[in-house]
């Protein structure tokens, strides 16, 4: 069965900190795999997409990897602010079939 | 990137009573994808609307609780039916562009009372 897990479920940190958030998927046969952010009853903004032939992938202060073999993506976050506050789920695609992840809820102290 | 319009953002209903979700796309797309996501939890697959056949359902969800339309390639409606409490969630509409990158509507939030 494929499955994507979150670690940790919810941080919290103070302003200003780099951060990782952790997704492991269990069938590393995936086209892709998607981080985004989600907001308190909102929907999903994407973030980053990291293609199953890539390692990393960037945006500003953003920065996502993929180990494919061992099944794991980081998403890195530099100097976190206030408003990066949200959760973060990741989501793999085998083929028009995304599986995602429960999420990490960040939040990020002033 | 495709741009999706979603509405309700939310809406607060009776019990018993339906609710239709609209989703509209800027662009041209084959699938088009319902999620569920309950309190505290993250996306469950509802069913994949395609244009002119019918939607397929995972699982779980059938055709008269969350009937599905979609007229054409930019437009779809989910309806929650004769709903009670346990349906109380955030509904997202979803494309996937080149069948790879999924962009997600703003999501209805749902109480029912």
């Known amino acids: 069965k494929q499955e994507v897990t979150q670690i940790p479920a919810a941080l919290s940190v103070p302003e200003g900190e780099n951060l990782v958030l952790n997704c492991s998927f269990t069938?590393?046969?995936?086209?892709?795999l998607q981080w985004f952010r989600q907001d308190p009853g909102k929907g999903l903004t994407s973030l980053l997409l990291i293609q199953s032939s890539q390692r990393e992938q960037t945006s500003g202060r953003l920065n996502a990897s993929l180990d494919k073999s061992s099944g794991r993506s980081t998403l890195y976050i530099a100097a976190s602010q206030p408003g990066d506050s949200a959760t973060y789920l990741c989501a793999a695609n085998y083929g028009q079939n995304f599986v995602f992840g429960p999420g990490t809820r960040l939040s990020v102290l002033p | 990137s495709a741009v999706i319009s979603q509405k309700p953002s939310r809406d607060i209903c009776q019990r018993g009573t339906s609710l239709t979700i609209q989703c509209q796309v800027d662009?041209?797309?084959?699938?088009m994808f319902w999620y569920r996501q309950q309190p505290g939890q993250s996306l469950t697959l509802i069913a994949t609307a395609n244009q002119g056949s019918e939607a397929t359902y995972e699982s779980g969800f059938v055709i008269d609780k969350f009937p599905i339309s979609r007229p054409n390639l930019t437009f779809s409606t989910l309806t929650v039916s004769n709903m009670s409490p346990e349906d109380s969630s955030i509904y997202l509409c979803s494309v996937a562009e080149h069948n790879e990158k999924l962009f997600f509507g703003s999501g209805t939030q749902l109480s029912v009372l």
């Open positions: 069938d590393s046969a995936i086209y892709n």
């Open positions: 662009s041209q797309v084959t699938m």
